[in-house]
């Protein structure tokens, strides 16, 4: 059965022969064949507007065609990769609330914040502990899970090594470790002169320096303590290891069978604190080493807080100490606890657990909050600056000693040392703008900023790193990161990976900002590494990159344009630009600077650069880059009707992005007065659209969070999910398909569509998928007798199919979802039913 088009709704084409039919007997033989090539030619050339926009790239610049992409597949994974990584940066955080640039503590009413117990870029010296300090640590201290064990571990063997993350308390628990066992072999008596029971080794002479120093005091003396033979019985030493990088080397057993030895004759303790990782793991399995376990949070947050609010609840005002004088402790506990518990507090927070340095923070602001010595202001900001905290220890001063100058014999070595000394760093860095993506992927990010901020850092050496010394544990224990299960997509297929997070959803901003707004020399590396992300083929990556890059913008404006969207923004490669419209979008996402963002999207799209109104079409199909949605298409409009049909395609593929924005409707009523416009160049993008729109799944133009109504349909076509999310939109949307299979230039394009949609109808398994949205559509697009005809040759296409055949009880229901029960077939045609 054939199907006979009509007239093309205001088109101005005539009918197209119905599929199979000869051309008109009264035409000549040449005359219809040439009409018949030039149809096909009119056809091809709006498949190719139809197409991956990524690879029509418009630029009018001799585009490499492989740059752009590989279609529906790498559309869909950078709509993701953009979902997840704005959600990195969602926590709508003010880091600028208290302003440490220049202070180490603050004061919020009466509670003194003691901001930076240990200033970052320093490092502990050898020297004794004052017993005023081991008695703080005594009444402070909570025991972590299988602290006995520790104590009778490093009583028996005299030498321990501790196993745990940087900033767990590991060094508190070592030293309380000490200070017991070295009270115990003293009979509890406090050394007599000068001396000290426990000591701090120095780190960088590590554990040979201390059996030196253990064997000098036979030789020469303990110039800390009187001598009486050979050291002060009970002695204990503290050594914390940095982790082991290129170049150096842990010690070995023989290196702490020599070191117990050494205490031993000299009944003395020591403590080793190693980082937990690959480089200590052959450490941690001797017999002397032992893991310490983070307290946690909850706990540690109770005893902190019992502390605070005996120091800071005030007596009643007159009453001195009677009845009522004082409110009751327990009460206070009850409620500092639940202010802690509630939502608002955990989201300034943005960490996942709190690290005994930030419990004494948190503690002081809830004990401040509920004796009313502070606000709730300001404890949310006190609380907001936890992560901020933690990004200037992790970045102020990390070059400081690599900065002294090199002379003679030491000029042009150290390449190695470079690379080791600033890949934490760059570890840390990378997963700020990669959250989410596999290790992988993180670390070949972090390798390629190590090289970038190495070369910034002393550009007359070659950095160089060895190719076997990465520890995958310690980069996620420096960088408080995790390893979770979840799936990643790999070509168009998803996959189950070890996905790496940060362990607080407020640390990516965090060390962006420090960075950024903090250590301006880093910024030239750093633009120079998010332009090789953006030529990065893996859409999570320059889809995360252009992201972040956008959130850095955001903290300078003038610079990053400068330096990062404009330039991108007029490159020859789609990808690129595609990255500056993602990083303009997200800088759109702040009311501050939106106004300027509407203002360059607007003088993009009327610019004399193709590729800069290629790059102001893909911002705009975002929906954040225009006053509104109709000026959005205007300038759309704009880009794709000018240069012969050059803009066509990302014009229409945009306009289809905004289609999937709560302003759906107003989008449909443009595109159909594009239909019917009285210029071509108009009639072909409305024509395009509609095309395309048919051929789009929801997941690749879905712009909006989880809370979008088309979330749950992502691997639906695009027009019948929102057919059954919004029936009320059915009619202005099929009206202008109606058009595009009426129309001979665009009619085999819309048939496939038309095709791609009803076989969507079910799942492979058999299971329903799209009827509700069919349903819905089908019926609006077979209103006439020739759509019948159209629909019913389409079916018998379909059936016939040598390659994929539909099966005839699967026609037949199709049939009758266009025509309910009731409507009936024309007469006298014998239709699939």
């Known amino acids: 059965m054939d199907?006979?088009?009509?007239?093309?709704?205001?088109?101005?084409?005539?009918?197209?022969?119905?599929?199979?039919?000869?051309?008109?007997?009264?035409?000549?033989?040449?005359?219809?064949?040439?009409?018949?090539?030039?149809?096909?030619?009119?056809?091809?050339?709006?498949?190719?507007?139809?197409?991956?926009?990524?690879?029509?790239?418009?630029?009018?610049?001799?585009?490499?065609?492989?740059?752009?992409?590989?279609?529906?597949?790498?559309?869909?994974?950078?709509?993701?990769?953009?979902?997840?990584?704005?959600?990195?940066?969602?926590a709508g955080r003010d880091l600028n609330t208290i302003d440490r640039s220049y202070i180490s503590s603050a004061h919020i009413g009466d509670i003194h914040l003691r901001l930076d117990a240990h200033r970052p870029g320093t490092r502990m010296r050898s020297g004794p502990v004052p017993e005023e300090e081991l008695r703080g640590l005594r009444r402070l201290h909570v025991e972590p899970e299988g602290y006995v064990r520790l104590r009778e571990a490093l009583r028996t063997?005299?030498?321990?090594?501790?196993?745990?993350?940087?900033?767990?308390?590991?060094?508190?628990?070592?030293?309380?470790?000490?200070?017991?066992?070295t009270a115990g072999a003293a009979g509890g008596g406090t050394p007599t002169g000068s001396g000290a029971r426990v000591h701090r080794a120095d780190p960088e002479h590590g554990v040979r320096g201390l059996v030196e120093l253990l064997g000098d005091a036979d030789d020469a003396g303990d110039p800390d303590a009187p001598r009486t033979s050979g050291t002060a019985p009970g002695r204990g030493y503290l050594v914390e290891l940095p982790p082991a990088g290129p170049g150096s080397a842990p010690p070995d057993a023989l290196d702490l069978d020599g070191l117990a030895a050494s205490l031993a004759g000299r009944r003395a303790f020591a403590v080793i604190v190693v980082t937990i990782g690959s480089a200590a793991n052959a450490l941690m399995a001797g017999r002397y080493g032992m893991t310490c376990l983070p307290v946690p949070t909850r706990e540690l947050l109770t005893a902190r807080l019992?502390?605070?609010?005996?120091?800071?609840?005030?007596?009643?005002?007159?009453?001195?100490?009677?009845?009522?004088?004082?409110?009751?402790?327990?009460?206070?506990?009850?409620?500092?606890?639940?202010?802690?518990?509630?939502?608002?507090?955990?989201?300034?927070?943005?960490?996942?657990?709190?690290?005994?340095?930030?419990?004494?923070?948190?503690?002081?602001?809830?004990?401040g909050r509920v004796t009313g010595a502070i606000t709730d202001e300001e404890l949310l900001a006190g609380c907001r600056d936890l992560a901020a905290r933690q990004a200037r220890e992790w970045f102020t001063g990390v070059d400081r000693g690599s900065a002294v100058p090199r002379t003679g014999a030491e000029r042009g070595v150290v390449g190695p040392s470079a690379a080791s000394l600033f890949h934490p760093v760059a570890f840390r860095l990378a997963l700020a703008v990669l959250g989410g993506v596999p290790y992988g992927v993180v670390a070949s990010a972090a390798h390629l900023l190590t090289w970038e901020l190495s070369v910034q850092a002393d550009p007359d050496t070659t950095p160089a790193r060895p190719l076997f010394c990465d520890d995958p544990d310690t980069?996620?224990?420096?960088?408080?990161?995790?390893?979770?299960?979840?799936?990643?997509?790999?070509?168009?297929?998803?996959?189950?990976?070890?996905?790496?997070?940060?362990?607080?959803?407020?640390?990516?901003?965090?060390?962006?900002?420090?960075?950024?707004?903090?250590?301006?020399p880093v910024r030239a590396p750093m633009v120079r590494w998010l332009r090789l992300l953006a030529d990065d083929p893996r859409p999570g990556?320059?889809?995360r990159a252009a992201v972040a890059a956008g959130e850095?913008?955001?903290?300078?404006?003038?610079?990053?344009?400068?330096?990062?969207?404009?330039?991108?923004?007029?490159?020859?490669?789609?990808?690129?630009?595609?990255?500056?419209?993602?990083?303009?979008?997200?800088?759109?996402?702040?009311?501050?600077?939106?106004?300027?963002?509407?203002?360059?999207?607007?003088?993009?799209?009327?610019?004399?650069?193709?590729?800069?109104?290629?790059?102001?079409?893909?911002?705009?199909?975002?929906?954040?880059?225009?006053?509104?949605?109709?000026?959005?298409?205007?300038?759309?409009?704009?880009?794709?009707?000018?240069?012969?049909?050059?803009?066509?395609?990302?014009?229409?593929?945009?306009?289809?992005?905004?289609?999937?924005?709560?302003?759906?409707?107003?989008?449909?009523?443009?595109?159909?007065?594009?239909?019917?416009?009285?210029?071509?160049?108009?009639?072909?993008?409305?024509?395009?659209t509609v095309v395309r729109f048919a051929a789009t799944e929801v997941n690749e133009v879905l712009a909006e969070g989880p809370d979008s109504p088309l979330g749950e349909r992502r691997d639906q076509p695009l027009p019948l999910a929102l057919a059954a999310?919004?029936?009320?939109?059915?009619?202005?949307?099929?009206?202008?398909?109606?058009?595009?299979?009426?129309?001979?230039?665009?009619?085999?394009?819309?048939?496939d569509a038309l095709e791609s949609l009803l076989r969507s109808a079910v799942r492979a398994d058999g299971m329903e998928r799209t009827r509700p949205g069919l349903a819905e559509l089908l019926p609006h697009l077979v209103r006439e007798k020739h759509e019948l005809q159209r629909l019913d040759w389409l079916l018998r296409r379909m059936m016939n199919d040598r390659d994929d055949p539909l099966p005839e009880d699967r026609a037949r229901s199709l049939w009758w979802l266009a025509v309910p029960a009731g409507r009936g077939s024309p007469k006298g045609e014998n239709h699939v039913r």
Request: with cysteine.
């Open 3 to 90: 199907g006979r088009p009509r007239d093309g709704d205001g088109a101005g084409e005539p009918a197209p022969a119905p599929p199979g039919e000869p051309a008109d007997a009264d035409e000549g033989a040449g005359r219809g064949e040439e009409e018949a090539r030039e149809r096909a030619r009119a056809a091809e050339r709006f498949r190719e507007h139809t197409r991956d926009p990524l690879r029509a790239g418009g630029a009018g610049e001799g585009e490499d065609a492989e740059d752009g992409g590989d279609g529906p597949a790498v559309l869909a994974a950078a709509a993701a990769a953009r979902r997840t990584g704005r959600r990195l940066f969602e």
């Open 306 to 367: 019992r502390d605070r609010l005996r120091e800071h609840v005030p007596p009643a005002a007159g009453s001195g100490t009677g009845d009522g004088a004082r409110p009751d402790p327990g009460e206070l506990l009850a409620s500092a606890l639940a202010r802690a518990d509630a939502e608002e507090v955990g989201n300034a927070i943005g960490l996942e657990d709190l690290r005994p340095a930030e419990v004494e923070v948190l503690a002081s602001l809830l004990a």
């Open 157 to 181: 063997r005299r030498l321990l090594v501790l196993g745990a993350a940087p900033g767990t308390g590991r060094t508190m628990t070592a030293l309380c470790l000490l200070d017991e066992v």
């Open 475 to 520: 980069d996620l224990v420096l960088a408080r990161a995790d390893l979770r299960r979840g799936r990643t997509e790999v070509a168009g297929a998803e996959v189950e990976a070890g996905l790496v997070w940060y362990r607080g959803a407020a640390l990516p901003s965090a060390v962006l900002a420090e960075v950024w707004d903090r250590h301006f």
């Open 725 to 751: 999310v919004h029936p009320g939109l059915v009619p202005v949307m099929a009206a202008p398909l109606r058009v595009a299979l009426d129309t001979p230039r665009s009619r085999d394009a819309a048939l």
């Open 552 to 688: 850095l913008c955001v903290r300078d404006f003038d610079h990053g344009h400068g330096e990062l969207i404009r330039p991108l923004a007029r490159a020859r490669a789609t990808r690129r630009r595609f990255f500056a419209a993602t990083a303009m979008d997200q800088v759109a996402g702040h009311p501050s600077h939106r106004p300027a963002v509407h203002k360059l999207v607007d003088d993009w799209s009327r610019s004399e650069s193709a590729a800069l109104r290629w790059t102001a079409a893909m911002t705009l199909g975002y929906g954040n880059a225009a006053p509104g949605t109709e000026e959005a298409l205007d300038a759309l409009a704009r880009t794709g009707t000018r240069g012969e049909g050059a803009g066509v395609a990302v014009a229409s593929f945009n306009t289809v992005r905004l289609m999937a924005s709560s302003e759906a409707g107003k989008v449909m009523e443009r595109v159909a007065a594009w239909v019917r416009h009285r210029r071509e160049e108009y009639r072909d993008l409305g024509l395009v």
């Open 541 to 543: 990556v320059w889809m």
